[in-house]
């Protein structure tokens, strides 16, 4: 579904002003790069025409923006995604951390609809998953990030999947006892061969209504987990 393009500056200001006053939580993307990033905006400067958002959740994320200079970003506000690009201007330090000045978006694509969105895995969380292709034979990984309707994996050695490949059997094991089973279609897959673990993202197919809403309570629960580490606002 495509969301409402708003061009109108007064109106764009008011909803960056309001991401920026709830604190939203923003998911950015480099382009050509699958991993998931985490910010906040942090000011908004409607004279010189940027914004400053807050250092990336990983230094990975900060080393690729160098390189690419610009960033996707989807969020929410009251429950309602929107997304926007914005071009990296420059780069600052303070306190000790990175904070990036961006270009003003051109444009916010703002959605009437609740949207899904990824939330980014933690290191201290193993979320395993096992496949069984078509023709029967097994394969592992694991789930980097994760959305009411999709997923991120990394897939453990040798295995390598492709793109639009519909996986019969996908088996996501949440913890101990408990697991969730539904089929995959791969919706990206990294081409490149010099990688040895592959990393696709896959959206679920077939899910029963009571997977459907503990995927949703998980996805709730990550994100909560993320915004109780991100940096507080100084007083």
């Known amino acids: 579904m ?3 393009k708003i061009t109108n500056r007064s109106e764009a200001e008011k909803i960056l002003e309001k991401l920026r006053s709830h604190r939203a939580l923003l998911q950015t993307t480099i382009p050509g790069v699958p991993d998931v990033f985490f910010s906040a905006i942090l000011y908004i400067d409607t004279r010189e025409n940027f914004i400053l958002i807050d250092e990336l959740s990983k230094k990975a994320g900060h080393e690729l923006l160098l390189i690419h200079k610009t960033l996707h970003i989807e969020t929410k506000l009251d429950g309602i995604a929107v997304h926007f690009s914005c071009e990296l201007i ?3 330090v303070e306190n000790g951390l990175h904070i990036y000045k961006l270009k003003f978006p051109d444009y916010l694509l703002y959605f009437q609809k ?3 969105y990824r939330i980014n895995i933690g290191l201290g969380t193993n979320i395993p998953v096992k496949f069984r292709r078509e023709d029967g034979t097994p394969a592992y990984g694991h789930i980097i990030n994760l ?3 999709g997923a991120g994996i990394e897939l453990e050695k040798p295995y390598r999947f492709q793109m639009s490949e519909i996986l019969p059997y996908c088996e996501i094991r949440l913890d101990e006892g408990n697991s969730i089973t539904c089929q995959l279609e791969i919706r990206y897959a ?3 061969q010099k990688v040895k673990q ?3 993202g896959g959206k679920f197919i077939g899910l029963a209504n009571p997977d459907q809403r503990t995927i949703a309570r998980l996805v709730i629960e990550l ?6 580490h991100l940096p507080k606002d100084s007083a």
């Not at 994100?223 to 109780?228: H, K, P, V």
């Open 147 to 149: 959305s009411d309707t």
């Open 90 to 92: 420059e780069t600052e």
């Open 198 to 200: 592959q990393r696709v």
């Open 223 to 228: 994100q909560r987990d993320l915004m109780r």
């Open 114 to 116: 609740r949207q899904s």
């Open 2 to 4: 495509d969301g409402q």
């Open 190 to 192: 990294d081409k490149n």
